[in-house]
């Protein structure tokens, strides 16, 4: 496939080929987009994962005509084409080499029909029923029709010694380091798709396609395949640090919006509170133990009887929701309420989207990539739920055609992907059934933005995609089963969604399903006696620790209680574990909610596969389970029993400690202080009331007092812990927490430095303000290591503390 023409435009360059067409066009110095068709023309197609940026700049290239092949340049990336085979390499502006496709060619395109079900009208030829996942309603289509021609497409790579890749979003496996590795890409309970690759060789690759995709590197070759496109289209964006990378996927995809600081505190949730009364007290009950919590959850069934998705609620069980709304916000409490896109016959939610002709061929599911149809879910969701004072939705279920979640036996890999992307081609495009999510996020940002300012959106959903962060959703990973092996991989599986630009992720503190059903493949937990079981109490404990260090920190589940005084009371190891983590995360919120601005200000990520920060250290590359969180903390959470198996059973003569690895440099124990030096393995202490965490060498962390809730003492001083061995800097980040402000300008910036020649710390001059801001405050500024501390008055003016100014 060689080149025949080359036209240079305003922002690229399209190569004629013996096979097609090829568009190299930039979108920055560093990232470039690449498009290949067959046909005369390359799509006009509008893209939902990549926003337009019409300010952009054109970018300046330059293109050499090499012996051999053409070099398009600019001055941050050269991308090289081979005039025989059109095989592409990525070089950095030092040449040195990025990735590349293999000598004969790297791209393939297979020309493939895309057929749409034709479903019958009669509503008797839908059939209903439930599943463990809720609401399931299944038509069979009396004939298809030929909607259009499309494209398989592969995209092969010569990946390099030693390089890892991480990303495609959060699955069930644990897999780290994706080299040697097969992943399906669909989206599915427990599988939520990002199309994103990031390499340690300083670049990433984002697929624009909605599709079902396929990601191989082993025996069958080394390429990302796509199953109905209308052309390839991709980007390759060059970093080479990883924050670089995901700040240019969020450039392509949009940035990521504040979520409101309660959010970052404690969320409980079970499956499920079943009124108006027991969410109250359930509140109450934390208030009263001088337990923090922000946020309750009311999980499926506030509808009234079998209307599900009704989204309105049950009078007899809730008979006064904007009075229940008074109550947990003068208790200082948000609650967060689930809402599905399937909805039962008979409700008036279902009878008006009928009438409206918004629901696809199973006559339950509404169209979200209908424009007008996500208006009239979100009227519905705002009459009957926001108007009230609801404060954040869990948009459950948004990958709606799940079809294997039932029998004993749980299908193969290769038997699930033929099932549920079959399921999902009956009702949906073949070219979008990985993007419904986003459009279902996508209506419920756009709604409630359009009402209020005042609220930020809040939007806990099952499924992702390139961009869906934009809408402020955090991804959780689905219904998992209670046994160390999927604690242990949740890591791995989160760890790679934030490395695909996503920054928002979490889990089910304590796994969805704890007891085990036979009957029931996904019904797997190794603890029928719940929360009686000292095994599972252990586990908790250990889920928990790893919570109070994700995005969100929100327990959940079925089968057995969550809340924290089920896992014992005052004096208890497991109840006190739990309280110390609890507590902690309160502690930290200054700094957490600073990595929260960082997100939306800079395109931050602040839970962190060890390859953001250690890029060139192989070493780090196949570690699933240890995380930094934010720029100082790195966490190392235990993954298994040492005290108690299934049954109460006491185990004997277990370690209590764990291998950790700690990069080069310097550490800290945040426990004890201990100056530690990097670059080695060491056995960590790891009881049970002690998560291994360490401090990186040059950090700063603020902290503040303990609280019952997020907006308490928002005068309170803050605690400024220098973690010295070398220079370091920290942007404290406020604002009023729960509007739109801030994207007017309405918040505070202030910059801290440690100079460690000096051993001085500065507070900068505060940069912006916000309605309420502290206009003096009080810092207590400590070293660790350092005996004593020494207090300061701060009123917005740079300020500088001296070692010697700690009051010993």
């Given at each position: 496939?060689?080149?025949?023409?080359?036209?240079?435009?305003?922002?690229?360059?399209?190569?004629?080929?013996?096979?097609?067409?090829?568009?190299?066009?930039?979108?920055?110095?560093?990232?470039?987009?690449i498009r290949y068709t067959l046909n005369a023309e390359l799509s006009s197609k509008e893209s939902l994962m990549v926003v337009s940026r019409p300010e952009a700049e054109a970018v300046q290239y330059k293109v050499t005509d090499q012996d051999g092949y053409l070099e398009i340049a600019t001055a941050r990336l050269t991308i090289q084409v081979d005039k025989e085979t059109c095989a592409f390499s990525y070089r950095d502006a030092d040449g040195r080499l990025l990735a590349r496709e293999p000598r004969r060619g790297g791209k393939t395109l297979e020309r493939t029909e895309i057929y749409h079900t034709v479903f019958d009208a009669d509503a008797d030829a839908v059939e209903t029923g439930q599943g463990a996942d809720g609401l399931r309603a299944r038509a069979e289509g009396v004939s298809r029709r030929l909607a259009r021609e499309a494209f398989?497409?592969?995209?092969?790579?010569?990946?390099?010694?030693?390089?890892?890749?991480?990303?495609?979003?959060?699955?069930?496996?644990?897999?780290?380091?994706l080299r040697g590795k097969h992943q399906y890409l669909y989206q599915q309970n427990m599988k939520a798709v990002v199309p994103v690759l990031v390499s340690t060789r300083g670049y990433g690759i984002l697929v624009d396609s909605g599709s079902y995709m396929t990601f191989h590197d082993d025996a069958f070759g080394s390429y990302l395949w796509t199953d109905a496109d209308e052309e390839m289209d991709y980007y390759f964006i060059h970093g080479p640090e990883f924050d670089e990378i995901t700040a240019g996927i969020r450039y392509l995809t949009g940035e990521a919006p504040m979520l409101p600081k309660w959010s970052f505190g404690y969320v409980q949730s079970k499956e499920r509170y079943v009124s108006q009364q027991e969410l109250i007290d359930i509140v109450q009950g934390y208030r009263e133990r001088s337990l923090p919590l922000d946020c309750i959850v009311l999980d499926w069934q506030s509808w009234t009887g079998n209307l599900?998705?009704?989204?309105?609620?049950?009078?007899?069980?809730f008979p006064d929701p904007t009075q229940m709304m008074e109550r947990l916000h003068a208790m200082n409490a948000k609650l967060m309420v689930s809402i599905w896109p399937i909805m039962g016959a008979g409700g008036d939610n279902h009878e008006e989207m009928k009438a409206r002709g918004f629901l696809l061929g199973n006559q339950a599911t509404?169209?979200?990539?209908?424009?007008?149809?996500?208006?009239?879910?979100?009227?519905?969701?705002?009459?009957?739920?926001?108007?009230?004072?609801?404060?954040?939705?869990?948009?459950d279920c948004t990958e709606p055609f799940e079809a294997d979640w039932k029998g004993a036996v749980k299908p193969e890999p290769e038997q699930r992907m033929l099932i549920n992307t079959a399921e999902s081609k009956r009702y949906l495009d073949p070219g979008l059934i990985n993007a419904y999510s986003?459009?279902?996020?996508?209506?419920?940002?756009?709604?409630?933005?359009?009402?209020?300012?005042?609220?930020?959106?809040?939007?806990?959903?099952?499924?992702?995609?390139?961009g869906q962060h934009r809408y402020a959703t955090i991804t959780w990973s689905g219904d998992t089963a209670a046994n160390w092996e999927t604690l242990r991989k949740q890591i791995a599986d989160g760890l790679n969604f934030c490395v695909t630009g996503s920054p928002y992720w979490t889990l089910d503190i304590g796994a969805f399903f704890v007891q085990k059903r036979k009957e029931q493949w996904f019904w797997n937990g190794d603890y029928d006696e719940g929360v009686a079981d000292l095994g599972y109490r252990e586990l908790y404990v250990r889920w928990f620790q790893l919570g109070a260090f994700l995005p969100m920190f929100r327990s959940h589940g079925t089968d057995t209680p969550r809340e924290i005084w089920q896992f014992g009371q005052?004096?208890?190891?497991?109840?006190?574990?739990?309280?110390?983590?609890?507590?902690?995360?309160?502690?930290?919120?200054?700094?957490?909610y600073s990595l929260a601005g960082a997100v939306a200000h800079r395109s931050y990520t602040m839970f962190r596969a060890l390859a953001f920060d250690y890029r060139e250290d192989t070493r780090v590359h196949d570690i699933g389970d240890q995380f930094m969180f934010g720029p100082?903390?790195?966490?190392?959470?235990?993954?298994?029993?040492?005290?108690?198996?299934?049954?109460?059973?006491?185990?004997?003569?277990?370690?209590?400690?764990?291998?950790?690895?700690?990069?080069?440099?310097?550490?800290?124990d945040y426990w004890t202080g201990e100056r530690l030096a990097g670059g080695r393995v060491i056995e960590a202490g790891a009881d049970l009331a002690t998560l291994p965490l360490f401090v990186r060498a040059g950090s700063i962390v603020p902290e503040g007092p303990e609280t019952q809730y997020t907006d308490e003492q928002p005068e309170a001083i803050v605690r400024l812990k220098v973690y010295s061995g070398k220079d370091a800097a920290f942007t404290l980040y406020e604002d009023e927490g729960d509007n739109y402000n801030y994207e007017h300008g309405s918040c505070s910036m202030i910059t801290l430095n440690w100079c460690e020649a000096d051993r001085s710390l500065t507070i900068g001059k505060r940069e912006g303000r916000y309605e309420g801001?502290?206009?003096?405050?009080?810092?207590?500024?400590?070293?660790?290591?350092?005996?004593?501390?020494?207090?300061?008055?701060?009123?917005?003016?740079?300020?500088?503390?001296r070692e010697n100014d700690l009051a010993f």
């Open positions: 496939m060689g080149v025949k023409n080359v036209q240079s435009g305003a922002n690229g360059i399209r190569l004629e080929t013996e096979e097609g067409l090829m568009q190299i066009d930039w979108c920055t110095p560093g990232i470039a987009r398989h497409t592969k995209l092969e790579f010569e990946w390099q010694k030693d390089e890892a890749l991480y990303g495609l979003g959060s699955h069930e496996e644990g897999m780290m380091n599900w998705g009704q989204k309105t609620f049950d009078p007899g069980r509404y169209d979200a990539f209908s424009e007008e149809a996500r208006a009239l879910y979100w009227k519905q969701a705002n009459e009957g739920l926001f108007a009230h004072g609801i404060d954040a939705w869990w948009c986003m459009q279902h996020s996508k209506g419920i940002y756009e709604g409630q933005r359009a009402v209020t300012s005042d609220k930020r959106v809040v939007n806990l959903t099952r499924s992702a995609y390139a005052e004096g208890e190891l497991m109840y006190d574990t739990l309280v110390k983590y609890l507590k902690l995360r309160y502690r930290l919120m200054p700094y957490i100082a903390f790195m966490v190392a959470p235990v993954t298994e029993a040492m005290y108690y198996g299934p049954g109460s059973r006491e185990l004997q003569g277990v370690s209590k400690q764990r291998s950790v690895y700690l990069p080069e440099g310097e550490w800290y801001m502290p206009e003096v405050r009080q810092f207590a500024v400590e070293i660790t290591g350092q005996a004593g501390s020494c207090t300061v008055t701060y009123s917005g003016e740079a300020v500088t503390v």
